[in-house]
């Protein structure tokens, strides 16, 4: 059974950094490109950011480029999430998704999500 | 790619047949996904591929389309379908979501 665990979420100040953790099992990470998604309080779903299945390829949202930075740890089986210069805006349940292959695709699992509020 | 879905809230009864529309703003050929979210819970893959069922999804749940219209259709909704559903592109980056359709009890 795929199973995503979503870690690091918490309340920081605007202009201050996180860290987020999405731990996987039940399949091969390598072999699939994971995401991440937010989703502010009642909107709807935003994707943030990509990452292939060697790591070798990542993609951002624009709302995010510059400031965030997904990598993982294939060893680990964990994805990661570097937020810095955080803003009011990404106050929102951030969720990693398992994609369907190692290039991409539609998301075929999810984890329940970290909350982040950045809010001084 | 920009996606949007129509209406933004669905009105419906228990029984009824059901249909979301998702339009992107250019060709995506056959690279949608549709997704169930009920509050406070992740959202489920219910279609990709435009028109392919995900294991254990009921039947009553198909998808249809391609290139820049598509649609999801519930051929007789359920109580437990009441839910917001999303539509995805992932025929090239930035993926992109619908903004979503609410379907409620009339």
């Known amino acids: 059974e795929v199973q995503l665990l979503e870690s690091g979420g918490g309340l920081v100040q605007p202009g201050g950094s996180l860290r987020l953790s999405c731990a996987a099992s039940g399949f091969t990470f390598s072999s699939h490109a994971m995401t991440w998604v937010r989703q502010a309080p009642g909107k709807g779903l935003e994707w943030v950011s990509s990452i292939s299945g060697s790591g070798g390829n990542t993609y951002y949202a624009d709302s995010v480029k510059g400031r965030f930075t997904i990598s993982r740890d294939n060893s680990k089986n964990t994805l990661y999430l570097q937020m810095n210069s955080l803003r009011a805006e990404d106050t929102a349940v951030y969720s990693c998704?398992?994609?369907?292959?190692?290039?991409?695709?539609?998301?075929?699992?999810w984890g329940q999500g970290t909350l982040v509020t950045v809010s001084s | 790619i920009q996606m949007t879905q129509s209406p933004s809230t669905l009105s419906a009864s228990v029984g009824d047949r059901v249909t979301i529309t998702c339009r992107a703003s250019q060709s995506i050929s056959e690279w949608l996904a549709w997704y169930q979210q009920k509050p406070g819970k992740a959202p489920n893959l219910l279609i990709y591929k435009a028109s392919s069922l995900e294991s254990g999804v009921p039947s009553r749940f198909s998808g249809s389309g391609s290139g820049t219209e598509f649609t999801l259709t519930i051929s007789s909704l359920q109580p437990d379908d009441f839910a917001t559903y999303y539509c995805q592109q992932f025929n090239s980056y930035p993926v992109s979501f619908g903004p979503g359709t609410k379907v409620d009890l009339k």
């Open positions: 998704a398992k994609a369907w292959v190692e290039s991409g695709g539609y998301f075929d699992n």
